[in-house]
């Protein structure tokens, strides 16, 4: 299993940003995806979670509304669409695949990891 993050970059706050999660190995329905993001010096932080189907999405309160996860399953990918950024979303953001079919923001459910990406949003 496989998952290797892109998208990240440099941003001036009020953009968007859209991450891929590109996913290689064995996926299925019993399988959520989630993204995490950490920033320095802070905790790892659950943002968004969806199946592997492409249902059941759901988010952390802190990004309901500017954030949208989603799948293309015939390209094994998962996005993360990230609106109207702000300083405070600077962090570097992982993908992982959760043992369960619904996501949680528990990240010992998570048994696989991506490296992550780096996202800087400047004022």
């Known amino acids: 299993v496989e998952l290797v993050e892109s998208g990240g970059g440099l941003v001036q706050a009020g953009n968007f940003v859209r991450l891929s999660c590109a996913c290689s190995?064995?996926?299925?329905?019993?399988?959520?995806i989630g993204w995490f993001r950490q920033a320095p010096g802070k905790e790892r932080e659950f943002l968004a979670a969806?199946?592997?189907?492409?249902?059941?999405?759901h988010y952390a309160d802190s990004v309901k509304g500017r954030f949208t996860v989603s799948t293309d399953n015939a390209k094994n990918t998962v996005f993360l669409q990230m609106n109207n950024l702000k300083p405070e979303d600077t962090a570097v953001y992982h993908c992982?695949?959760?043992?369960?079919?619904?996501?949680?923001?528990?990240?010992?459910?998570?048994?696989?990891w991506g490296q992550g990406t780096q996202v800087t949003v400047s004022s």
């Open positions: 190995g064995h996926f299925s329905s019993s399988n959520a």
């Open positions: 992982a695949r959760s043992r369960y079919a619904l996501g949680s923001r528990n990240a010992a459910d998570y048994d696989s």
């Open positions: 969806i199946n592997w189907s492409g249902v059941l999405p």
